[in-house]
């Protein structure tokens, strides 16, 4: 089941977002305030976070919100799966629920940035075997050899 994330699992899915072992600290860091952000502020302001749940247990969550001063663009901030179940089909769940979602609001096009490092490649794999296609590439933007991937998806 995929339903609103509420504030009290916050700690849980700072947690698990840093046992995937994906993520800097300075970003562990960075959920911790989006994640009390969205629910001091930008929950009103057209942020969504929703959890996958499944027998009482946590088993990951995505975070989007319409791109400001756009008219239908939508980004993906964060979509983490606990690491015990990756590549079970939970990842392509929550995306399509977003995908849903992000219809729903009018919405025609989503964004999702990720590294290039080799670490992600399985990451990039997702996102393009979901229909995403890679848009752009800033070469070097996170640091020198890790450049920011762009990609895009049209939800007409």
């Not at 700690?11 to 969205?38: C, W």
């Not at 749940?53 to 983490?80: C, D, H, K, R």
């Not at 629920?97 to 290039?116: C, L, N, P, Y």
Request: with cysteine; net charge negative; charged share 25%.
């Amino acid at each position: 089941m995929i339903r609103p994330t509420t504030y009290g699992e916050t700690e849980f899915l700072v947690n698990m977002s840093e046992a995937t072992g994906m993520f800097k600290p300075i970003e562990v860091q960075a959920l911790r305030e989006v994640l009390h952000d969205y629910f001091t502020v930008e929950q009103a302001n057209g942020h969504i976070c929703v959890t996958c749940e499944e027998n009482g247990e946590v088993q990951g969550f995505a975070y989007y919100a319409p791109a400001s001063m756009t008219e239908g663009t939508w980004y993906l901030y964060w979509i983490v799966v606990r690491t015990d179940i990756q590549a079970r089909g939970v990842g392509t769940r929550l995306l399509k629920h977003m995908e849903a979602d992000i219809r729903d609001h009018q919405g025609r096009v989503v964004f999702i940035e990720t590294g290039s490092l080799p670490h992600y490649d399985l990451t990039r794999k997702f996102y393009l075997k979901n229909g995403y296609e890679q848009h752009a590439l800033l070469k070097d933007y996170y640091a020198v050899g890790d450049s920011l991937v762009f990609f895009r998806k049209e939800l007409s």
